[in-house]
């Protein structure tokens, strides 16, 4: 038995025919033609609350700015308001029955939370779900809208309230990665250029580097999050905002940001609010270069930890789980490599909402379910990913000092660190014979009376100090 298999239902009719909807369901037809006609993958509407609270918040703004502008009546604004603040509460999320990346352009999304809301409104107010009379889900609950004003204002309050989260996992990873570099300051490394050796550093200076990166990725995300604050409500269908009386505008984005306790503003250009959804292509885009950014320390991580015998072992990684199901005792990195698969898929999503912005056609984008389909699944894998990725990973990430300082000083890197000391010449004879005879530099020098080993590992020192102020 699916979810219209109930003995109990009543009947609705549209222009195509009747239908039963369950009595205890608050949808009607519209909502059942898109749950039939457009259900292609496994969410709803109801799957992402930021996105289900945006649309009731709409509607909650509306029912006050059209009671304000004489358009509504106080119990029929009344009665809207408390189903929405019902839907806020997740208990109208088994009648959001409606795909996320449903193709009807938002419209089959509309109507199913105007019909839900209209039907919660009707039992609130003593009247049976479906008949409409005192609230009707187009006359009253989309009074002064259109599915073309209200889904991409939905889906811009929705975005705004997710990255809220991801900012904060952000920022708590760039101050990991800050105590990591207080911690491994005085570590000697042999610092890398296209995987081999080149200069002496601290391996506190490149996690400082880390740092900074995130540190930046997190302002980044709060720039784009601010763009997202100018919504198109009351602009109807294409801009001129027919259907609204003239005081619509300035009190539904008062009332809203008195529900959302967020400063929502209206658009200098109705048309370009409706016709254009570059601010996507924006978050997307550091949506993008977060997880690439991210994915690039992961896989530093990965190196730096390889081993523990053949590889670079600089860094010990907590062992969160065992890495093969044949080979005992090995332990992979699973945790860098689920943050580099990540960045495969969040990339992925970029390229659909680029599409997807693109083929906006004349007055309106009708391709926005796809653009929250895949910017509400990015946000959501950056959240939890960070969030796992510092927890289990960084947080927990030791250095070996002795294998650090051992790859250092048995490399041709410290050659640099001696140019100062001994002269460029000197020093590239003695790398030639190291290179030769396959022995330390510093072992040779000492042999030839050159330099100490300690006055070797001073000038290496000094060498890895930062020359200018951090």
Known sequence: MNAFDRVEARLERDYVGEVEIPVDKLYGVNSIRGYQNLTASSLTVAHYPEFRDAFAQCKWAAALANLDSGVLGAAQSEAIVLACKDMTEGNCDDSLIVDLLEGSG?????????????????????????????????????????????????????????????????????REFDRKAEQFADVLHLGRTCLQDAQPMRLGQKFSGYASLTH??????????????TLPLGGTAIGTGFGAPAAYRASVYQHLGDITGVEYLAPANSFDAMQNMDVFSRV?????TCVASLAKIASDLTLLSSGPVGGLGEIRLPEAQAGSSIMPGKVNPVLPMAMIQMSFAIIGNDVA??????????????????????????????????????????????????????????????????????????????????????????????????????????????????????
């Open 216 to 229: 930046r990725l997190a302002a980044e995300l709060v720039n784009v999050r601010d763009k997202l604050r």
């Open 353 to 470: 909402v680029a599409q997807a912005v693109q083929y906006g056609e004349l007055e309106i984008n009708h391709f926005e379910p796809v653009v929250s389909s895949r910017v509400f699944d990015s946000i959501t894998l950056l959240t939890k990913g960070i969030a796992q990725f510092r927890e289990k990973c960084v947080a927990g990430l030791t250095a070996d000092v002795e294998r650090n300082k051992a790859h250092l000083t048995q490399s041709m890197a410290v050659a640099t660190a001696l140019v100062p000391e001994l002269g460029y010449a000197s020093v590239s004879k003695l790398a030639r014979q190291s290179v030769a005879e396959g022995r330390s530099l510093l072992a040779i020098m000492e042999e030839s009376g050159v330099m100490t080993q300690a006055e070797a590992l001073e000038a290496i020192e000094k060498a890895s100090r930062p020359v200018f102020d951090a």
């Open 106 to 174: 938002g419209t089959s999304t509309n109507m199913n939370f105007n019909e839900v809301i209209a039907n919660r409104a009707q039992q609130l107010m003593g009247h049976p779900a479906g008949s409409y009379d005192i609230v009707h889900p187009n006359d009253h609950v989309n009074c002064s809208q259109s599915t073309n004003d209200v889904y991409p204002a939905a889906l811009k309050i929705a975005t705004y309230s997710m990255l809220g989260g991801l900012i904060t996992q952000v920022e708590l990873l760039a």
């Open 284 to 288: 997307s885009g550091e949506l993008r």
